[in-house]
């Protein structure tokens, strides 16, 4: 039987399934996919909450890209850069990171187009997240922004899971528990 978490997100109101991580850790799963009003909600009410000046903003692919892209839509930006999953062919070179999120059964690498960090360099850069974990794809995200000579101006997500809600350099719109087995909170 399907275990589920009744949360508030943005003002809407969702059930999120609860996912088995290892034996003793659960975690709700969080997917903005194929949510259009979500997604906007989320992003109005993430733009409220901007906790610094920025010039462009940053995600990871793939579950980021909804969210960013309704973000500078709403607030007029031009444009915001993605950290991808696999090199391009369009691209003129890369920056690569290895990350292992909470959610992702292997390590897998993120990579910046070196255009983008031409266009990054000196730039205060907001990096944007769906759920902050582990802070894990943060970090990556974080290192190639570096890499790129961008400024990490600040960090946002819709949502901070277990550790990630204690961190005072990161705003969100709500906190999400963990989980046993059983689907009881456990922090």
Known sequence: ???YHHMTIAGLERDL???R???DLYIAGFVIFGDPDLTCACAAEMLKKIPCDYDYMITAEAKGIPLIHEMARQSGAKKYFLARKAPKLYMTGVFEVTVRSITTARE???YLDVADAELMRGKRILVVDDVVSTGESLKAIETLVEK?????AGRMAILAEGDAQGRSD???LEKLPLFNAKGEIIG
């Open 17 to 19: 399934p609860i996912c």
């Open 148 to 152: 790129a000579g961008g400024i990490v």
């Open 170 to 172: 990161l705003a969100y």
């Open 21 to 23: 991580v290892t034996d």
């Open 1 to 3: 039987m399907q275990l």
């Open 108 to 110: 897998q690498k993120l």
